[in-house]
């Protein structure tokens, strides 16, 4: 049995049941919730009644102070970040924090900076990459089969009502490119390598949502690879794919596809192989949401496994400067017009 690693989690609305259901599920490998903690009292104590964890506060300093946690998850919105990574930080206790890592690229370079300062591991909770459709993808391009991959298209379009769970949503003045986006420019990173310079445009099709709910962006990669990536919570196409993510990459030898599904087609020496690509249903997950579901499962396990040995994540603080560095510069690339290259901070 490996040795026990005690879990807080900061945060219990609309997104926090599929942590605490991954925690749970990782009792096997160590992790054992110790305590929730919600500035909602009655949502705190909510969800340790569900998920029958020990102790629950509604201040987070009271829980980092009378807890001995191995890791607190901070599953917040990202205006809260800085100030309970930085609670975190001064307990040295080791912390992942979910998407977006921070409202913007200053906030975030500084949770960065405090952490590796100070030694203690951070990390964002940046999902897609870890869903199952996208380990396999990922696994198909690094392995050279298609040959060196050099154009992309990365599509995420819905018309799902994302707003009833989420109504905060509503009102971001930055909307989907930190929301959305955040996840599809780091797969456009984890695929195709880091980014010379992306350009972008935005709409605002919804009338009811104050940001852009449409972004669609060209990338340059330093390889030499292009990649279209595009996001959009107002697509009015049917089947609606929610939440899939479509992808299609071409190489020098073959191509790889992710098709409504999700279903995966590699060509790869002239042959085409199709194969389904969905995710486990997780007993605790429901449709349309499983994938992502799972993929929380999976991020808490790599986050679990990185902390034990000792290593960063592979989307720790750092890497996900590079990505929240994307996000910055698609909003620069709207507003002038012009292709940026991305600023990392550090
Ligand atoms: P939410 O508003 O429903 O929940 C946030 C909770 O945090 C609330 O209950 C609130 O009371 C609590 N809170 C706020 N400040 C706090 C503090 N200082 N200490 C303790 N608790 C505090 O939001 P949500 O929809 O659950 O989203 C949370 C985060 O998860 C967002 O950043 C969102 O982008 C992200 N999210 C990620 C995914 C994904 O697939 N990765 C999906 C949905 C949401
Ligand atoms: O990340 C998010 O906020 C979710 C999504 C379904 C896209 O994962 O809305």
């Known amino acids: 049995m490996a040795e026990r690693i005690a879990v807080g989690v900061v945060g219990c609305g609309f997104f926090a049941r599929n942590h605490l259901s991954s925690w749970r599920d990782l009792a096997g490998e160590g992790a054992a919730l110790a305590a929730v903690c919600d500035i909602d009292p009655a949502k705190a104590s909510a969800a340790a009644e569900v998920f029958g964890v020990p102790r629950w506060y509604s201040d987070p300093e009271r829980m980092l102070a009378e807890e001995r946690l191995g890791l607190v998850d901070i599953a917040t919105r990202m205006d809260t970040h800085r100030e309970l990574v930085g609670r975190a930080i001064k307990h040295r206790v080791p912390a992942i924090v979910q998407k977006p890592f921070g409202p913007d690229l200053a906030a975030c370079a500084a949770m960065a900076e405090a952490a590796r300062g100070a030694g203690v591991f951070l990390a964002i909770h940046e999902n897609f990459r870890f869903q199952a459709p996208m380990r396999r993808l990922i696994e198909v391009v690094k392995s050279g089969a298609i040959g060196e991959a050099n154009w992309a298209r990365i599509s995420f379009r819905t018309g799902y009502d994302i707003y009833k769970g989420q109504p905060y949503l509503l009102t971001e003045q930055r909307f989907v490119i930190l929301d959305l986006g955040c996840h599809v420019l780091d797969l456009a990173r984890a695929l195709l390598g880091e980014v010379e310079h992306l350009s972008a445009e935005t709409q605002r099709r919804n009338p009811r949502v104050r940001g852009e709910d449409t972004a669609t962006m060209l990338l340059r990669h330093?390889?030499?690879?292009?990649?279209?990536?595009?996001?959009?919570?107002?697509?009015?196409?049917?089947?609606?794919?929610?939440?899939?993510?479509?992808?299609?990459?071409?190489?020098?030898?073959?191509?790889?596809?992710?098709?409504?599904?999700?279903?995966?087609?590699?060509?790869?020496?002239?042959?085409?192989?199709?194969?389904?690509?969905?995710?486990?249903?997780?007993?605790?997950?429901?449709?349309?949401?499983?994938?992502?579901?799972?993929?929380?499962?999976?991020?808490?396990?790599?986050?679990?496994?990185?902390?034990?040995?000792?290593?960063?994540?592979?989307?720790?603080?750092?890497?996900?400067?590079?990505?929240?560095?994307?996000?910055?510069?698609?909003?620069?690339?709207?507003?002038?017009?012009?292709?940026?290259?991305?600023?990392?901070?550090?």
């Open 222 to 346: 330093r390889s030499g690879a292009v990649s279209m990536v595009e996001c959009t919570y107002e697509s009015r196409r049917l089947p609606d794919t929610f939440p899939e993510t479509l992808i299609e990459i071409e190489g020098s030898k073959g191509a790889v596809m992710l098709r409504p599904g999700p279903v995966m087609e590699v060509t790869a020496s002239g042959t085409l192989t199709t194969s389904e690509a969905d995710a486990p249903l997780l007993p605790w997950a429901e449709r349309p949401w499983h994938i992502v579901q799972e993929s929380v499962f999976a991020t808490c396990s790599h986050m679990l496994a990185a902390l034990r040995a000792g290593r960063s994540a592979d989307t720790s603080a750092d890497d996900n400067l590079k990505t929240f560095a994307l996000c910055e510069a698609a909003y620069e690339a709207m507003a002038t017009g012009r292709a940026v290259a991305p600023r990392v901070p550090g």
